[in-house]
């Protein structure tokens, strides 16, 4: 019979969970979940060695264990700081890590611009979520901010170094899941950069594609998507098909609107994190709903905004124009869809190279 392993209990905000040995606090605190989970913009449960670079985890350790009830002297990165038994720790119950919490986010703003109308990660960003909850109206930094070039570092991938909070997400996604790594850190310092050496591309994988959705910020976006649509006018569907590489699971979301496919995804857990990683084949190429096997609408958390696409247990409301003019119906004047094709089907937007314009619509007699 095998011995049972000894299980650590950890309290974490006055909630204790038994965790096995070797459990950093941040996982502890993700056995929990709800509000006590500490934020997190460079650890990734599934690549190896993330963690310890953004320091939006930390956490103020109280009690060290059992054993040495002393509390740790200086706040420590949860991701980073494995559980003792009897640990407590203090999440969101501790003004010093909400302000501590606080300069973090105001130093990752220091050159990371909020331009989130322009910015095709607006909706569904990390730090845009950290920087409302935690961010101020304005930024103490004097000096000129760092500016980089776009970049196409790909047939399929565009980087905006300006955006980049160097999580180093995407290093160790092409170091774990492909066999010829193209891009990496490059400078030191304040000049650090992610980017490729002599301008090499990053086509060698079919795997590479995963380094957009491993990105917390808009620094590493989809160039067929790019401009296409938002993401809160979108509805995620879930999606599977029968994908010829074997290291692929096929299961993806689409990002549809209508019948149009504007982009395709790996599906995430609620921390953000790919629960598989897909192919390029999937996810850059396989854009026609004949090519994947519907599931149905994907399970979007109430707090997003994208969310307000689903409209899940709203009941549509009574039309009361009819009720106020004693059973009149309103009378329609003009009909947009008979001077212009304007949101008809027959215009996929989703297949226009770059943004749309007043050019790419039809027009009847004169009217566009």
């Given amino acids: 019979m095998a011995e049972e392993k000894k299980l650590f209990k950890v309290k974490i905000d006055n909630i204790t969970v038994e965790v096995e040995p070797g459990t950093t606090i941040l996982n502890a605190a993700r056995m929990i979940g709800g509000d006590i989970v500490p934020p997190a913009m460079c650890y990734y449960s599934k690549l190896q060695g993330s963690g310890g670079k953004c320091r939006t985890c930390l956490v103020k350790v109280s009690k060290g264990s059992e054993a040495d009830p002393r509390p740790m002297p200086k706040l420590v990165a949860s991701c980073r700081t494995t559980v003792m038994d009897g640990m407590e ?158 290291n692929c699971c096929g299961k993806t979301v689409l990002w549809m609107r209508g019948d149009e496919i504007f982009r395709v995804t790996a599906r995430k857990d609620k921390y953000g994190e790919v629960e598989a990683f897909i192919c390029d084949t999937c996810r850059f190429e396989k854009k026609e709903p004949k090519d994947w096997v519907i599931e149905g609408p994907r399970k979007v958390a109430r707090h997003s905004v994208i969310s307000q696409g689903h409209y899940v247990g709203v009941h549509k409301p009574h039309e009361t124009v009819g009720k106020v003019m004693d059973g009149r119906q309103p009378k329609l004047l003009m009909d947009i869809h008979t001077v212009s094709e304007v949101n008809q089907p027959a215009v996929d937007l989703s297949k226009i190279e770059g943004p749309a314009h007043s050019t790419d619509f039809p027009k009847h007699n004169g009217v566009q």
């Fill in 89 to 246: 720790v203090a999440n969101i119950t501790s003004p010093e890590v909400l302000d501590a919490r606080k300069g973090v986010v105001e130093f990752l703003l220091l050159n990371h611009p909020l331009d989130c109308p322009v910015c095709d990660q607006a909706g569904e960003c990390d730090l845009q979520d950290l920087s409302y909850e935690h961010g101020v109206s304005a930024t103490r930094f004097e000096f000129k901010r760092r500016t980089f070039e776009k970049e196409d570092i790909g047939e399929h991938i565009k980087l905006h170094m300006t955006r980049c909070i160097l999580c180093y997400r995407c290093v160790f996604t092409a170091d774990q899941l492909t066999n010829n790594r193209q891009h990496g850190i490059l400078g030191r310092g304040d000049h650090s950069e992610i980017s490729t050496y002599i301008k090499a591309s990053l086509d060698q994988t079919n795997f590479i594609g995963n380094v957009i959705d491993v990105c917390p910020v808009g620094a590493l976006t989809d160039r067929t998507a790019r401009f296409k649509n938002r993401v809160w006018f979108l509805k995620p569907v879930d999606a599977h098909r029968e994908c010829h590489d074997p």
